[in-house]
């Protein structure tokens, strides 16, 4: 390693870093000390600036705290730290494996959040926000109040009634917020975290159906909109569901992915067709349309007394299950969103390979794939091909060179699908 880098760097500075990285990562400065066969004195000094770092010194704690040596060196500052935020959410987790699972993923969404900023940086292209001001939920019940904020986003965002499908493409384009599928552990439903400089962050994860990925990442946006300054970890079944403000998201996430105005008339329409008999095997192809689960559907009509209280429990106590009624119907479950990065976040990576801002091992790293991939995935941004509601393609492609507002997007060419 060249010694210079080390050298560029002020000591104050690189020490932060350090401290940074070493407290991301859940390590005590003895830990660190015994790790490398050091005095815990000497990485006090270290951090505190008062001693220079050596070049294979750096090597060896930026490999312990899992980063790149660039990002010591480099001209990035580090955010705040994640670890800290969400340490009270590690600490609940009653197991030092998934406390150990669950540090490591709070430090992989801080860094795609970071690489996300630095990316607009590069590209001198910053994120959009359209952020509401916080709802006041304070003196009303956690579901009166999370129909009204529902309703109000709905409308502030022009969603409509209907099935919100398009659930991730609203938060990140049209709010402005960061949002990641990456793998949680299993508890582990979703995170949120805010910060001044990164904005509203959430995390869902990756190994979750897709109808519990949409529900957590609504749960998530209902913390953005109500508690924005409280980093909150979401669990499965697990503790501090009787807080306030878990009650407040789960209900929103009801309200949202199913508003009451369009589900009681999609409900008494269908009723009337078959003549007011709603049966299980019209709940669950209503659940499949609004991509909910069947529990969470048959609950939220429940919850507006279009289906008698209990409905669920009654059903599941005779023995009713789930995924054999939906086979039969023929109801395949979504697939899950396995796009773990923002489409954004991928053409501002490969806008900046492009105009010779990032390497080819950079991009790889940027975009967490190998470099025959990362070249794939710059080949197949640049151009897309795009299907027409009247079924025909449009073919075009993409001047990764211009502006990623998308108020110069150029006209797509039609062709006839039976040429294609």
């Not at 949680?184 to 190994?207: H, K, Q, W």
């Not at 992915?257 to 269908?270: K, Q, V, Y």
């Amino acid at each position: 390693m060249n010694r210079n880098l080390v050298d560029a760097i002020a000591p104050f500075k690189l020490g932060r870093r350090l401290q940074v990285a070493r407290k991301s990562r859940g390590l005590t400065q003895q830990e660190v000390a015994s790790s490398l066969g050091m005095a815990r004195t000497t990485i006090t000094a270290m951090e505190k600036g008062e001693r220079r770092v050596r070049p294979n010194e750096l090597i060896q704690m930026a490999r312990l705290y899992g980063r790149p040596v660039g990002d010591f060196v480099g001209n990035r500052e580090p955010s705040s730290d994640f670890t800290v935020q969400f340490r009270a959410a590690v600490d609940i987790l009653d197991s030092r494996q998934s406390r150990g699972e669950l540090r490591r993923a709070v430090e992989t969404f801080q860094r795609l959040c970071e690489d996300y900023l630095h990316l607009e940086k590069l590209n001198e292209a910053p994120l959009s926000r359209s952020y509401p001001p916080q709802y006041l939920t304070d003196g009303t019940s956690p579901e009166v109040a999370a129909e009204d904020v529902a309703s109000s986003e709905r409308h502030r965002l022009a969603l409509g009634e209907g099935p919100l499908l398009n659930l991730r493409d609203a938060i990140e384009n049209d709010v402005g917020l960061r949002v990641f599928f990456i793998e949680l552990p299993s508890r582990v439903a979703g995170m949120f975290s805010y910060t001044d400089e990164l904005g509203g962050c959430i995390a869902v994860n990756a190994r979750h159906p897709q109808d519990r990925q949409r529900w957590s990442l609504a749960h998530e946006y209902g913390h953005f909109l109500t508690d924005r300054f409280r980093s909150e970890v979401s669990l499965l079944h697990g503790l501090g569901r009787s807080r306030a403000g878990e009650r407040f998201a789960d209900a929103f996430a009801r309200c949202l992915l199913m508003p009451a105005a369009g589900l009681r008339r999609r409900f008494n329409e269908r009723s009337r067709t078959i003549s007011g008999r709603m049966t299980a095997a019209e709940i669950c192809q209503l659940a499949h349309h609004y991509h909910v689960s069947v529990e969470a559907m048959m609950r939220r009509l429940e919850e507006l007394r279009l289906l008698p209280g209990g409905t669920w429990e009654l059903l599941r106590d005779r023995g009713f299950k789930v995924r054999e009624a939906q086979r039969q119907l023929g109801l395949s479950p979504h697939p899950p969103d396995e796009q773990a990065l923002p489409l954004r976040y991928q053409y501002l990576a490969a806008l900046a390979y492009e105009n010779g801002r990032l390497t080819e091992g950079e991009l790889a790293r940027y975009l967490r794939v190998d470099r025959v991939a990362a070249r794939r995935s710059v080949q197949e941004l640049a151009h897309s091909t795009l299907l027409q509601d009247e079924g025909q393609i449009a073919s075009f492609s993409i001047d990764l060179t211009r502006s990623v507002g998308g108020v110069d997007s150029p006209e797509p060419q039609l062709m006839d699908t039976a040429e294609s």
